[in-house]
């Protein structure tokens, strides 16, 4: 990469791996079961999420296929202790009637033998199911991220203007968590649930039909009950999670701008904005999980009941010798495993809930319009002669009648042309919001325009690919960017294949070398993450040697030497005037002493040149520039 990148795109940019991150799922009991926000359109959100496991479709079948196992064998042992019970209970009628047959203690052991056997195999196989779900889970959330970081740098620079760093970094980090919390949850429980609730409705068929309707007769009040604490605490679980979001925004806010925060003395205010976030929060999350807390009383008191009215009618049948003692004993922990059934249910739709919200955000953001896919047709000759096809960047650009606004409705630039030959220095001056950056954003095609063209060596700069266009620029930004590394490397981000003697050099030439070999480890000290063990001066000095390590064919300077000293900047200007020899440079600058050797001043306002020339012809019109130069040395009357 040849450019220095716009601080606004540290989180795309900065060339640090993305690593994987395994998930975890949630356990069972109230908290299991709280509210999350809704997907907007949940079937075509499931849909979307169905076709992306596709890849894992073996596992998930397996899955599958391992939750029913561990059910069935779960649901086959009251059935199998109730025979158990049975002989414990003749055994002690014989002794009690005074018979010569005691319990069968043999038979017991057999019965319990095979009982373990049973629950031993149903651990295996939920086991089993538990660490495949474990894994595709974990996989599906290392290809999102991934997925979501290579959309990141497919994004035009217009979605950025209008989204937050913290809702696309929430993409990354908090929807892909929950995708994989709830993904690895919700398959297993739905499949033993419902694999749960079939089997033991046919066991307790098969035990007694009337104390299975008593049975039924719950459901309908288990299921009122769980819809109304749902939709009663869904309100409160929505404004949770919105200010959960304010909350974050407003910390990640006011910790990247401590500085200037301490400055103003705003400390206050900024503890009484994150006051209120963190009330409404607490109260939203105390109602919320009140209220779906109730969940389970309500449901116990229901089960109760049932128990009750179940033990009533399983004596009855019992002293009429329809239904045996061990019948009634498997029959309640049939009735026991039949109503969680209906819990876990309602927590998963609640938890399909929160995956189809999270998957609708994440796949909201990958169908994120992209650039305009590059259609090349001009291939660059980088250096030496120009094979057949190759075209030979001299640095011959021009702007015809060039119209763009970042809202189609509102244009910064109405009618912009010039022409610029190769190895000229052209400044663009202006009042603050002429539209100067605006111009050099569009040259090196962050933007698209709206009408008109710019052209290099006769071609549209849209018959270039977008990495062959942007490679021909070396760009120094009044913001800087340094990421967390070397200073050496730091350089080097300006041209990756560069030796350590390039890189010297450059440094060299850019009189940053003196400074950085007074530093600790010199050229391998590692800046921090903000690189503020580094002045403002001694940073932009870096960021000017990436670029002159870069060899660009034409260079941006966006008020290059605005941070550094005038003894400095002297001696910048010099390595600059140097650097800038045979090549086309463009310079935006408010400090118009800086720029009075330009071959060319081009003044814009408005979005219009207004004026164009060289500093003394500008200056002898006495017009726009003229103004424009005077005004720095006027007293401002107070």
């Given at each position: ?9 540290q ?15 949630r356990?069972?009991?109230p ?8 997907a ?20 998930i ?28 209970f ?18 017991i ?18 086991y ?51 995708l ?6 919700s ?10 609730m ?5 066991m307790m ?12 007769g ?14 009663k605490s ?10 959960l ?5 407003h ?13 103003f ?5 900024s503890i009484?904005?994150f ?5 409404e929060?607490?109260?939203s ?21 049932g128990?009750v ?17 061990g ?16 819990t876990?249910?309602a927590?998963?739709t609640?938890?399909?809930q ?9 796949f909201e ?9 590059d ?6 000759c ?18 015809s ?5 970042y809202d ?12 610029i ?37 006769g071609h ?36 990756l294949d ?30 921090n ?35 550094v ?8 200007q ?43 012809e ?16 006027e007293?401002?009357?107070?």
């Amino acid at each position: 990469m040849k450019k220095e990148n716009n601080s606004n795109n540290q989180p795309s940019q900065a060339p640090r791996p993305m690593k994987p991150r395994g998930g975890g799922g949630r356990g069972h009991g109230p908290m299991a079961m709280m509210p999350g926000e809704k997907a907007k359109d949940f079937k075509n959100s499931m849909k979307k999420l169905i076709a992306y496991l596709s890849v894992y479709k073996i596992q998930i079948i397996t899955v599958m296929l391992f939750a029913m196992l561990s059910a069935v064998f779960t649901i086959v042992g009251p059935k199998v202790l109730a025979q158990a019970t049975n002989e414990l209970f003749s055994g002690m009628m014989n002794i009690v009637s005074g018979g010569t047959q005691g319990i069968n203690f043999t038979r017991i052991a057999q019965i319990l033998m095979l009982l373990l056997g049973l629950y031993l195999v149903s651990t295996l196989f939920m086991y089993l199911q538990g660490f495949i779900m474990t894994d595709v889970s974990a996989k599906v959330s290392y290809d999102l991220r991934n997925a979501i970081a290579a959309k990141i740098n497919k994004l035009p620079l217009k979605y950025f203007d209008t989204t937050t760093h913290g809702e696309v970094l929430s993409r990354v980090t908090n929807d892909v968590d929950m995708l994989n919390q709830t993904l690895n949850q919700s398959i297993t429980e739905i499949i033993s649930s419902i694999t749960t609730m079939i089997g033991v409705l046919i066991m307790m068929l098969s035990i007694s039909w009337s104390m299975t309707l008593i049975a039924l007769g719950i459901l309908p009040l288990s299921f009122i009950l769980v819809t109304f604490t749902v939709k009663k605490s869904q309100k409160y679980f929505r404004a949770q999670q919105e200010y959960l979001g304010h909350l974050n925004g407003h910390v990640e806010e006011m910790y990247g701008g401590h500085i200037v925060i301490k400055a103003f003395n705003r400390e206050q205010q900024s503890i009484e904005k994150f006051e209120e976030y963190n009330n409404e929060l607490f109260r939203s999350g105390w109602k919320s999980q009140f209220i779906s807390g109730l969940m389970m009383p309500m449901m116990h008191f229901v089960t109760n009941v049932g128990y009750v009215l179940i033990c009533v009618l399983g004596a009855y049948l019992t002293t009429r010798g329809a239904l045996t003692v061990g019948g009634i004993q498997a029959f309640i922990q049939y009735l026991r495993s039949f109503t969680q059934p209906v819990t876990q249910i309602a927590n998963i739709t609640n938890v399909l809930q929160q995956t189809a919200a999270a998957s609708e955000r994440i796949f909201e953001f990958l169908d994120e319009q992209e650039e305009e896919p590059d259609h090349p047709r001009v291939s660059v000759c980088w250096n030496g002669k120009p094979q057949e096809g190759q075209l030979q960047i001299e640095g011959n650009v021009e702007f015809s009648h060039v119209r763009f606004g970042y809202d189609p409705n509102k244009m910064i630039i109405n009618d912009f042309s010039a022409v610029i030959h190769k190895g000229q220095k052209v400044a663009l001056v202006g009042p603050t919001g002429a539209g100067k950056t605006t111009i050099v954003k569009l040259l090196m095609r962050f933007y698209e325009l709206n009408d008109g063209c710019i052209l290099i060596e006769g071609h549209d700069i849209r018959e270039f690919a977008r990495d062959d266009l942007r490679s021909l620029f070396g760009m120094v930004l009044q913001d800087t960017w340094l990421y967390n590394n070397t200073i050496m490397e730091n350089i080097r981000y300006g041209k990756l294949d560069a030796t350590d003697e390039e890189v010297i050099a450059a440094a060299r030439a850019a009189q940053a070398d003196h400074f950085i070999r007074t530093l600790p480890d010199s050229y391998q000290m590692i800046l921090n993450e903000e690189a503020t063990n580094v002045s403002q001066g001694q940073k932009q000095l870096l960021t000017i040697a990436r670029a002159i390590l870069s060899d660009p064919k034409i260079l941006i300077l966006d008020e290059a030497t605005s941070s550094v000293d005038t003894r400095t900047e002297i001696l910048i200007q010099k390595a600059m005037d140097h650097l800038m020899e045979g090549r086309t440079s463009f310079v935006i600058a408010h400090r118009l002493s800086t720029i009075k050797n330009a071959d060319l001043i081009l003044c814009l306002d408005q979005g219009d040149i207004v004026e164009q020339g060289t500093h003394e012809e500008l200056l002898k019109k006495g017009g726009f520039y003229a103004n424009l130069y005077n005004s720095q040395f006027e007293k401002i009357a107070i």
